[in-house]
C-alpha cells in the first residue's frame, strides 16, 4: 500500500513537470527559454516517473524484478548525463547560427 502510494507520487509529480515543460514549450517567448523549458522539465520529469517504476519493480523481490529495477536506474543514469549535455549542445548551436535572445521591450538583443 505504502510503495504503491510513493510510485503514484513520482509518476503524479512527473507528469506534473512534463504538462509544465509543454506550457513552457508554448509560452516562454525565444528559443533559449523554451530550450530551458525543455531541458529542465524533460529531465526531471523522466527521471521521476522513471524512479516511480523503478520503486514499482522493488516492491516484488524476486532477482528478475531486481535486475528490471537496475536496469531502469542505468535508464536513469543515462538521462541525467545525456539530457542536460544535448540541450546545452542545442542551445550553442543556436547561439552559432545567430539566434538573438528576447528582450523585455518585445524586441530582439542585437
Excluded: C, Q
Excluded at 523554451?34 to 527521471?47: C, E, W
Aim: negative net charge; aromatic residues 14%; hydrophobic residues 55%.
Amino acid at each position: 500500500m505504502i510503495i504503491n502510494t510513493v510510485v503514484i507520487f513520482f509518476i503524479a509529480v512527473g507528469l506534473v513537470f512534463f504538462f509544465g515543460a509543454a506550457v513552457g514549450l508554448i509560452r516562454f517567448p525565444d528559443f533559449y527559454t523554451r530550450m530551458h523549458a525543455a531541458g529542465k522539465g524533460d529531465t526531471l520529469s523522466t527521471l521521476l516517473i522513471l524512479l516511480g517504476f523503478a520503486v514499482y519493480e522493488l516492491h516484488h523481490l524476486t532477482l528478475m524484478h531486481v535486475l528490471v529495477a537496475v536496469k531502469i536506474m542505468f535508464i536513469i543514469g543515462f538521462i541525467f548525463i545525456t539530457s542536460p549535455t544535448i540541450t546545452h549542445a542545442l542551445i550553442d548551436a543556436g547561439y552559432e547560427a545567430g539566434e538573438k535572445p528576447w528582450t523585455k521591450d518585445g524586441g530582439e538583443m542585437g
